[in-house]
């Protein structure tokens, strides 16, 4: 987040606001909660509790829950509402200039007044902190944030960004109280003080507790009087035995595909739910375009003929994922299927040996795919595993799989290292531009020396500067097809999001969509 994710959590939509955003959904004054308090495990980490410098889903997911932003995505859908804004909108034609009306009588947690100047000292304390680990990078289109008065705020923007209502409304519009962080450095004594529905009673390496908000004043109604997030560190079997021992009430992130299948299958499962939503979370093969061998496009080609992605989602993910044959995933305001039209869903031997001739290739290719489960999960190994199984068993590669730590997997990419790579993506707003600058953009984050004049100069602007997300769709499908042709990347999966419940709680449905925001208010225990 910009979100490269942290395993797949295995594995609606409309173009996103950009006019006039005007007060929806039900405002409340903040309560004490009802119910009971809900206890949920995970295999993620929460790596940072100060929003200038979380950057991964664990972080967002405490965000999303002890700050408010400017706008929120409401449960289900993918276009940002009033949060602690009472109103927002872009003033001008170009898309640079947005500016938002504050509710009145906000208030953190603590009890202080949540005004203009907060909003723009978290705005201002991010950029200049600039955490290589932090959000910071999702806004280089921010010139400056003014505050008119104590209740007005104004993002003026260097460039034309329609998306930008959508980046508020994500973890990396946390707004934080001004006297409580230092706007030269993070906050490191694990506390928070936000003014969203929750409030951060304790943070340890083995759990955080959250407990009601009684200041909050905006869209959310808490369903329960109190969450604890339990970490188990990528143990996924603890994690499991937690559940089935009845130590959590829900298992969320991190539980392997074949966990999920075995406790749907189990006799000792009783009491235990399966619950399935929709995600925006994605994984590709990237492509070196510098190295000697992926570098030449009918190798690239031959791998795109050759893979059998539905394959992999019965054999590796359990039916846990879905084929993906696009840079936007289904769901998102955009998507097209450019990849299924040009190379088909069926492995085609003749098709590859072609896309290998074409380019004077008659020898056996030999290639190694760079796989890195300590990132995106064991089954990662496994997976790359069998492609290498597939594009061996034409005769046309010799390809095998290594596996290296997180930590030396990015250096060697950046380092031009390998020639073909995963990685997987998380969304950090649900747009089609989420998922094509970053990849394709100038000074992209995917480390595989690709460029495209078309994109990076005209599709990219163009699609940012449209306030009209729906009149997007031509110009990403042009882009899309594009990819496609030239293959920098090679999508292979869109992930389903699961969490596995005993079966007395309930509201996760209202937590699992691809918006990524993990509604902790939401959730009830019978």
């Not at 030449?296 to 993910?317: P, T």
């Not at 030999?366 to 790359?384: H, V």
């Not at 950090?428 to 998922?435: G, K, L, M, R, S």
């Amino acid at each position: 987040m910009i979100k490269l994710n942290q395993w797949p959590v295995l594995p609606i939509v409309a173009g996103l606001a950009s006019g006039l955003l005007t007060g929806c959904g039900t405002t409340t004054g903040g309560s004490s909660g009802t119910g009971s308090s809900v206890v949920m495990g995970m295999s993620d980490d929460v790596l940072a509790t100060d929003p200038a410098s979380g950057y991964d889903p664990g972080s967002w997911l405490l965000f999303d829950n002890v700050f408010q932003s400017l706008l929120s995505f409401p449960k289900g859908g993918t276009e940002p509402q009033p949060e602690a804004a009472k109103k927002c909108s872009f003033t001008d034609t170009r898309a640079q200039v947005y500016r938002c009306t504050l509710k009145a009588g906000l208030k953190f947690s603590n009890g202080d007044a949540l005004t203009s100047k907060d909003v723009k000292f978290s705005f201002d304390r991010m950029l200049k902190i600039n955490d290589p680990a932090g959000p910071a990078i999702m806004f280089p289109m921010l010139d400056k944030v003014e505050t008119p008065d104590a209740h007005t705020v104004v993002f003026r923007l260097n460039t034309s960004d329609a998306t930008f209502p959508s980046k508020l409304a994500s973890g990396a519009g946390s707004i934080v109280d001004h006297t409580q962080y230092d706007a030269n450095g993070l906050r490191e004594d694990g506390g928070a003080v936000g003014s969203g529905p929750y409030k951060l009673d304790s943070y340890g390496d083995d759990e955080a507790v959250f407990s009601v908000n009684d200041n909050y004043k905006g869209t959310a109604e808490v369903k329960n009087s109190g969450v604890t997030l339990k970490f188990f560190h990528g143990d996924q079997s603890a994690l499991k035995k937690a559940l089935l021992d009845n130590k959590v009430d829900i298992a969320y992130r991190g539980l392997t595909a074949t966990d999920i299948a075995g406790i749907e299958n189990s006799d000792d499962s009783d009491g235990v739910e399966v619950v399935e939503g929709s995600s925006a979370e994605v994984q590709h093969l990237v492509f070196n375009m510098d190295d000697p061998v992926t570098g030449r496009l009918g190798v690239r080609k031959a791998i795109a003929y050759l893979l059998d992605r539905d394959a992999l989602i019965r054999d590796v993910y359990k039916d846990t994922a879905t084929a993906l044959y696009s840079i936007i995933p289904a769901g998102i305001a955009g998507h097209t299927t450019s990849f299924f039209d040009t190379y088909g869903a069926h492995p085609s031997k003749a098709a590859a040996q072609a896309a290998l001739e074409a380019d004077g290739i008659t020898d056996k290719v030999k290639l190694t795919l760079w796989s890195t489960p300590s990132r995106y999960g064991p089954a990662t190994d496994q997976e790359l595993k069998a492609i290498a199984k597939q594009l061996n068993a034409g005769g046309l590669f010799d390809a095998d799989v290594k596996s290296v730590a997180y930590s030396q997997y990015e250096k060697d990419i950046a380092k031009g290292k390998y020639g073909v790579y995963v990685k997987g993506w998380v969304p950090d707003y649900p747009d089609a531009d989420n998922f094509t600058a970053p990849f394709f953009g100038k000074g992209n984050v995917l480390s595989n020396n690709y460029t495209n004049n078309t994109i990076t100069d005209t599709l990219i602007p163009r699609t940012a500067a449209q306030s009209d997300r729906g009149a997007t769709d031509r110009d990403f499908g042009k882009l899309q097809d594009i990819v496609a042709d030239q293959l920098p990347v090679l999508p292979v999966w869109q992930a389903k999001q699961y969490a596995v419940t005993r079966d007395n709680v309930y509201g996760l449905e209202y937590c699992l969509d691809a918006s990524t925001v993990f509604r902790f208010w939401e959730l009830s225990k019978g």
